[in-house]
């Protein structure tokens, strides 16, 4: 017999994300860090678990448990914003214009390049609070607004930095094939040769990144040049993932799956082909309807086909200053099923096993299992279906990242 160290109790519901569902009126107990029981007060009174006078009690207050949140897909270490540009969009002005005026993503590298590695460490942490407070425990973020060796590692350090000192577990993917820098624009061979001959390599050997992720778009890379630098990336052992297919059906999806890549996100215009391809290969389709909603485009992925098609679906937020500036996973779910239907457990899945799985983490996040870290999220609603319904407000109650407490309690 064994004492908890912590107790959840007080739970409508307990959404595992795993083949037990959604349990009614269960309890988690947690010791050393890990789950060490979930299922229902009796069997734990049952069990070699013992709840003693050390034991932490922390009351879901009728509310819903969820395995810790997974956001697997952002952006969100940059300086300087985008206010701006997103008013005078939203009043008419074509991207293509404010681009041309020094705009878009530019505007982001140059703010970035310019800012100190404490700077932009200082910029990212309260947009790491603030997903940690809507109930996200891992985070995936990449680089791509350096765009030189030198800035492209910094934001790496950063990320690295944020890791080692905020409870958000965090993901690191090199995106230095986000877009040709402006001042490189006369020779994007050369640009692409110094990601995969210089950065990729320094990348790798230092350990900065997990993944390689190239934006395939037009006015971006095209495929040949994507295949360049995730091939450069597997060689020095970075798993693939790809920005594919979201201004029109290039293939995209088809070189994410003949790749390997862990996920091919966007996709608003996969083809037919293009999710077979992501089904025989594995490869999760990761969604971020935040992006089209900012934008106020009707752009919308084909998420249901997907998931018949036999593709995990994840969702993201895409945060970034540009396109998607927000934290707010849990909008992601509402949009998720009001614009791209999916149902209540299939939005929930897509923030928990298969975002995790989107970022390589399957076997230690995302779902709640005995024996794996106890990331876990109780939020104010009585179920998973109410989460998604609820919208556009926070009801993040209490957030434990390995056992321990570290948001709301
Ligand atoms: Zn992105």
Wanted: charged fraction near 20%; aromatic fraction near 4%; hydrophobic fraction near 45%.
């Amino acid at each position: 017999m064994s004492a908890l160290d912590l107790l959840v109790e007080g739970a409508a519901e307990v959404f595992t994300a795993t083949s037990a569902g959604a349990l009614p009126d269960a309890v988690v107990g947690i010791h050393a860090g890990k789950i060490a029981w979930i299922g229902s007060r009796a069997g734990l009174a049952a069990s070699d678990w013992t709840v003693g006078d050390a034991t932490r009690r922390v009351d879901a207050r009728g509310g819903l448990v969820t395995p810790g949140l997974v956001d697997p897909h952002t952006h969100l270490v940059f300086a300087g914003d985008r206010a701006d540009e997103y008013a005078r969009r939203a009043t008419g002005t074509p991207y293509l214009q404010i681009a041309a005026q020094g705009g878009g993503i530019a505007a982001t590298m140059r703010a970035t390049r310019a800012a100190s590695e404490e700077t932009l460490v200082a910029l990212a942490r309260p947009r790491l609070d603030r997903l940690l407070g809507f109930g996200v425990t891992t985070a995936e973020i990449k680089s791509g607004y350096g765009l030189d060796f030198d800035n492209e590692i910094k934001m790496l350090r950063v990320i690295r930095a944020l890791d080692a000192t905020h409870p958000v577990r965090l993901v690191p993917t090199f995106l230095g094939a986000h877009t040709v820098p402006p001042d490189r624009r006369d020779d994007r061979a050369a640009y692409v040769r110094e990601v995969c001959e210089r950065m990729i390599p320094a990348v790798a050997g230092a350990g900065l990144a997990t993944f390689c992720d190239v934006f395939v778009e037009q006015g971006a890379f095209d495929l040949d040049e994507a295949e360049t630098v995730l091939r450069a990336g597997l060689a020095h052992g970075l798993l693939a993932k790809l920005h594919a297919d979201q201004l029109g059906a290039g293939g995209g999806a088809e070189l994410a799956a003949r790749l390997g890549a862990v996920s091919a996100d966007h996709l608003e215009h996969v083809s037919r082909a293009g999710i077979a391809a992501l089904a025989a290969a594995g490869t999760v389709a990761v969604l971020l309807p935040g992006a089209a909603l900012f934008l106020g485009q009707d752009d919308r992925p084909p998420a249901r086909r997907l998931i018949e098609g036999g593709v995990r679906v994840a969702l993201a937020t895409d945060c970034n200053p540009g396109t998607c500036m927000t934290e707010n996973l849990p909008l992601m779910l509402t949009l998720g099923m009001s614009r791209l239907g999916l149902s209540p457990t299939e939005a929930l899945l897509a923030v928990t096993a298969h975002a995790a799985a989107a970022v390589g983490r399957e076997a230690v996040a995302g779902s709640l299992q005995v024996g794996r870290p106890a990331d876990l999220a109780i939020f104010g609603v009585p179920s998973h279906r109410h989460l998604p319904y609820h919208f556009g407000v926070n009801h993040t109650l209490c957030v434990l990242v390995d056992g321990r407490v570290v948001h709301g309690g």
